[in-house]
């Protein structure tokens, strides 16, 4: 009789979707949360066969849930999170992730981070020795740990762009698409939130008899997210990257105006830029964004195996 899984165990932060075959690349996600993890199957499965898939979940690490819900008393950096991602992914390639010899180096491998895991897998390549880093880092709408972007603890929240970008995370929960009416200038954050949910609801995002209150809660935890990773970012100074980046931007993107969300200031070996189909959100759900996705990765496939038929006698 199989044992039930221990419902207090914790989560495990590397997730393996696929070992690599010999010869092939393993990419490597991380995941930021706000979405669930579940969903990088979608671009898992649109990489060849042979590619190896692992994510690398912050949803597993209580201290990073905890500095958003009670950040007077949380002591998370950005380093701490480096190191516990730089030990789960160099067990991971001792095990051998299917290389066959379990060397432990960095060859054949691609890191890929979405939003706040973009700054992560920058910060996981540059913690990294030169051999164990990956080929590239792939920045999924990701905003780089820049001044430019940096908000000022204590300063209002501007609900012009945060509630756009809090309009996309309540569409993509729900498969729904929501537009938010335009914010007036000066409309104070719950008038602009009312407007927000009878979009959401005439959207089929969010139900018919959500309370006023219900969708406070929802914002309050959504921008306590942001304003955790703000803390994360604003002492941490992040080097130039010593592997080339690949920013693929959303079509819908949280930033429409900057191409590189910042990068251009970290790419020490050079940055190319794309973009999807979809939102910030999105570009994980929709298939047609995980197959664009996929052909942006910079893999390199196995050689496909020759066999040569002896002449007949």
Do not use: C
């Amino acid at each position: 009789m199989a044992r039930r899984p221990d419902a207090t165990s914790r989560p495990k932060l590397l997730i393996r979707h696929r070992q690599a075959a010999p010869g092939a690349d393993t990419v490597y996600a991380v995941h930021p949360g706000a979405l669930p993890v579940g969903l990088w199957a979608g671009l898992a499965g649109a990489l060849p066969r042979e590619t190896g898939f692992a994510v690398l979940d912050l949803g597993a690490v209580p201290e990073y849930g905890e500095a958003a819900l009670a950040p007077e008393l949380s002591r998370l950096t950005v380093g701490h999170l480096v190191d516990l991602l730089a030990t789960a992914y160099r067990a991971d390639r001792a095990d051998g992730d299917g290389l066959g010899d379990g060397d432990g180096d960095g060859a054949g491998t691609v890191f890929v981070g979405w939003s706040f895991g973009g700054v992560l897998a920058h910060g996981l390549t540059e913690r990294l020795e030169p051999a164990e880093r990956p080929r590239a880092v792939v920045l999924l709408d990701s905003i780089a740990p820049t001044d430019a972007y940096q908000h000022t603890e204590g300063e209002p929240i501007d609900p012009a762009i945060v509630l756009r970008w809090f309009a996309m995370f309540l569409g993509a929960r729900r498969g729904a698409e929501v537009r938010p009416r335009p914010v007036p200038p000066g409309t104070d954050t719950d008038a602009a939130l009312a407007l927000l949910l009878d979009d959401a609801i005439a959207a089929g995002a969010l139900p018919p008899d959500t309370p006023m209150a219900g969708m406070r809660k929802l914002f309050e935890a959504y921008t306590a997210g942001l304003l955790r990773n703000n803390r994360l970012t604003a002492p941490y100074r992040p080097a130039p990257a010593a592997v080339p980046l690949v920013q693929i931007k959303a079509a819908d993107s949280l930033v429409p105006a900057d191409p590189t969300l910042g990068w251009g200031e970290l790419a020490g070996r050079g940055l190319t830029t794309h973009s999807v189909p979809g939102d910030h959100y999105t570009m994980l759900i929709r298939p047609d964004a995980s197959q664009a996705t996929a052909g942006l990765l910079p893999l390199l496939r196995p050689a496909p195996l020759v066999t040569t038929r002896r002449p007949s006698p």
